[in-house]
């Protein structure tokens, strides 16, 4: 399958959506406009980008930090986003939740928890409930190559294998966990090896380059909506920022940063849709300026909307009545 | 319905079992997941023919990951299914906790995504079941806001609180205890009911002294407070049926009339429901009080094996009639 000019433009958007996003709010985290931890996918967009451009609008999405890009496909507006960093009533969690730990069942798309991995059985349980029903529909799931050690993820491609179950995991290895490079995080080379001992495929992918995650991940969610069961995808990248905003990450040698500067996801994508003649200056100036915009009202949006008032913590901490599930 | 259907006395067991059919049957999106539940039956055998009426996905036998079991119930629920999960005994939901604590209690409260989810947790001693077989893990549970939970006593409030659990848009963790399993038993309606959650029950009516207790304890408060009626002290025996949210209503109401309480659990003494119970009292009910509350639990080890050691270890009548006699004096 080869990747058309409008898939590849869509791509394209996102990555820059995603960065441009992100890059706000790592600016009003230093203007210390945002209280909490600031979490970036800065260098790794393709990965989220490209995974949740390849499902269909029924499908659904279990991310993780790492995955603004994923949020971005889905529906989540950079107004709500923006809203939810800065604790705002608009935010998708109302001011209950920040940074990235958002979520919404209409629009496909299972909150984080902050415990890596955590997503991943409750992956399963989504794609379980598919099969159930015998519905077509899919799961796309990720976490980093830390999140891998927990056994949470262990447990989910143990029971995603036996039951065949329509979920492709990704792992989106940026090399560090927090502080924690990989060598001392697991004794494997690759972290597809672990897929392995679940007897489900693996594959690796440049996780810089957004065609071929959603290329990959394309062929891996046919495979799971035609009953072949689970995939595992590694995507290859590196965690260009620190774990959060405050984190300086002096322990990452600058001469891996300055490797992985020059793979940047963006710049591959400028590239090769210069190559397949796709794009080129202009265009990219023309998204650049739209996503800019964006941004701004974004930000308008975000700063106008109130704060919670204080008792409104009370609530919610039961359900009391049915809500709409994407069904 | 013939005279002698209606004249089965069911055990707090097959009272589960009846509940899980009844709700399968009526109710297409409840499905079953745990270890051995299928054609095994399960530990207890509450699931015994299940997979054969409902098939291997309704029955779904799982891996062994209590965490990856849970947190797949959860992803289920969430899509609109209503999913049950064994624990084969509650001592292994400890495997699960974070699910339970960090992704099915707070997804409600975080974004509004309902979990729909119930666990049932084979719980308690008396069945020489050793430290890893015997537990009471409710108050850890209690402690999380977003969970709900109950322990019912008889075959009835089993049958009617998992009803009401399954219906429950709330994860609900389902406190069976193992040794009321065939030991407890009654006539049950043949109509379908449930026991809403959050209501406690006054299982025997007194005026002198309030006992507040819950799942096993419920019928070592009965026993007791026969034998005391013996002698004249009169106890009401109050069988709370929901941990959590806690029927603080019916508690204090039972504590205003009688003056006198007892808080008694199988549940170790430090940091148990007791405390609460007694620190809400003190806060809401201290002049009603004729006397200091006492509390009667297990001794703060983990639950031994040998049956000696087990006997020592469990609350008995007697330990309630001593405390009884000594409140009775003031």
């Known amino acids: ?327 | 319905m013939t005279t002698s259907a209606i004249t089965h006395e069911v055990t707090y067991l097959e009272a589960i079992s009846q509940a899980l059919d009844e709700e399968m049957s009526q109710d297409e999106r409840v499905f079953l997941m745990g270890e051995d539940i299928g054609p095994y039956g399960g530990a207890f055998r509450v699931t015994e023919g299940f997979q054969d009426k409902y098939g291997e996905w309704r029955v779904l036998d799982t891996p062994l990951a209590e965490s990856g079991i849970v947190g797949a119930a959860i992803g289920a629920a969430m899509m609109g299914m209503r999913p049950v999960v064994e624990m084969q005994f509650a001592d292994f939901i400890s495997c699960a906790f974070d699910q339970i604590t960090e992704m099915a209690a707070k997804n409600h409260y975080r974004w509004g995504a309902e979990v729909p989810l119930v666990i049932r947790a084979p719980f308690g001693g008396g069945t020489h079941g050793g430290p890893f077989h015997s537990v009471c893990p409710e108050v850890w549970f209690f402690h999380t806001p977003g969970l709900k939970l109950v322990a019912p006593s008889t075959a009835y409030d089993a049958k009617g609180l998992l009803k009401a659990a399954i219906r429950d848009h709330n994860p609900v963790i389902y406190f069976e205890h193992k040794f009321l399993y065939r030991r407890v038993k009654e006539v049950l309606p043949a109509e379908d009911y449930i026991v809403p959650i959050g209501e406690a029950e006054i299982k025997r009516t007194g005026s002198e002294i309030s006992v507040i207790t819950y799942g096993a304890m419920v019928h070592v408060a009965l026993e007791a407070a026969e034998a005391l009626d013996q002698e004249g002290i009169d106890m009401e025996v109050v069988d709370l049926r929901t941990l959590s949210p806690l029927d603080t209503d019916t508690v204090k109401d039972s504590v205003r009339k009688t003056g006198k309480v007892i808080i008694l659990h199988e549940d170790t003494k430090t940091g148990g429901i007791g405390g609460e119970i007694a620190a809400i009292l003190a806060e809401e009910c201290f002049n009603a009080l004729d006397a200091p509350i006492m509390r009667i639990a297990a001794p703060d080890i983990p639950v031994p094996y040998s049956p000696p050691l087990e006997d020592f270890f469990l609350p008995k009548a007697h330990d309630v009639i001593t405390a009884a006699r000594q409140l009775a004096a003031y």
């Open chain 1, 1 to 327: 399958m080869e990747i058309s000019q409008s898939e590849f433009l869509h791509l394209y958007y996102f990555l820059k959506l995603t960065r441009a996003l992100e890059e706000r709010v790592t600016t009003l985290y230093r203007q210390g406009r945002i209280v909490g931890g600031v979490y970036t996918s800065h260098g790794m967009e393709a990965i989220s980008v490209g995974y949740a451009s390849a499902l269909q609008a029924d499908d659904i999405i279990a991310p993780f930090h790492r995955d603004m890009g994923a949020f971005l496909v889905r529906g989540i507006t950079p107004g709500e986003v923006l809203a939810q960093y800065l604790g705002k009533r608009t935010g998708p969690t109302k001011g209950k939740d920040g940074n990235v730990h958002m979520g919404d069942l209409k629009r496909g798309i299972i909150a984080f928890v902050s415990h890596l991995a955590d997503n991943l059985p409750v992956a399963t349980g989504v794609a379980l409930a598919f099969k159930l029903r015998g519905e077509s529909r899919i799961v796309a799931a990720n976490t980093g190559d830390g999140g891998t050690s927990r056994g949470d993820f262990h447990e989910a491609l143990n029971f995603a294998s036996v039951r065949r179950l329509p979920v492709v995991f990704f792992c989106n290895n940026n090399q560090y966990a927090y502080s924690t490079p990989l060598h001392l995080q697991m004794a494997i080379k690759d972290v597809v090896e672990r897929a392995k001992a679940y007897a489900i495929p693996g594959e690796i992918v440049d996780g810089n380059d957004v065609a071929s995650v959603y290329l990959t991940a394309h062929r891996a969610f046919q495979r799971a909506r035609d009953g072949g069961g689970p995939t595992f995808i590694e995507c290859k990248t590196m965690r260009m920022h620190g774990h959060s905003e405050h984190d300086s990450a002096k322990y990452v040698p600058r001469e891996l940063l300055e490797e992985w500067k020059k793979k940047d996801p963006i710049l591959k994508a400028e590239r090769r849709l210069k190559e397949l003649g796709y794009a080129g200056q202009p265009e990219f100036q023309e998204i650049h300026m739209r996503v800019e915009k964006e941004i701004e009202t974004a930000l308008a949006f975000a700063e106008q909307s109130p704060l919670p008032e204080g008792p409104e913590a009370l609530e919610g901490v039961f359900a009391a009545n049915p809500v709409e599930v994407l069904i």
